[in-house]
Nanobody, 114 residues
Framework: QVQLVESGGGLVQAGGSLRLSCAAS????????MGWFRQIPGKQRELVALIRNDGGANYADFAEGRFTISRDNAKNTVSLQMNSLKPDDTAVYYC????????WGQGTQVTVSS
């Protein structure tokens, strides 16, 4: 079974940047569409960005132009570069396949102060 481990979160001021990483172990995820998701307390988990095997990506409206998703199939990692962060981006960020096929990791907390 694939295990997902997210890292890179932290506390940052509004306008700052963070780079999140997701490492998968146990099996290769190269055949899957991978994504980043986030969950704000009291709200449902929502999609942030998806990336296909060919590198093509799709973003939620709030992420378009500010976030960039990338993947390294050789290293079994998926990353999310987040720029121009806003307090509304405060959430726990998770990675998974587009259909949530793997067990969820613990996520990484992103806190953006105003």
């Amino acid at each position: 079974q694939v295990q997902l481990v997210e890292s890179g979160g932290g506390l940052v001021q509004a306008g700052g940047s963070l780079r999140l990483s997701c490492a998968a172990s146990g099996s290769s995820f190269s055949s899957y569409v991978m994504g980043w998701f986030r969950q704000i307390p009291g709200k449902q988990r929502e999609l942030v960005a998806l990336i296909r095997n060919d590198g093509g990506a799709n973003y939620a409206d709030f992420a378009e132009g500010r976030f960039t998703i990338s993947r390294d199939n050789a290293k079994n990692t998926v990353s999310l570069q987040m720029n121009s962060l806003k307090p509304d981006d405060t959430a726990v960020y998770y990675c998974n396949t587009d259909r949530w096929f793997f067990h969820w990791g613990q996520g990484t907390q992103v806190t953006v102060s105003s």
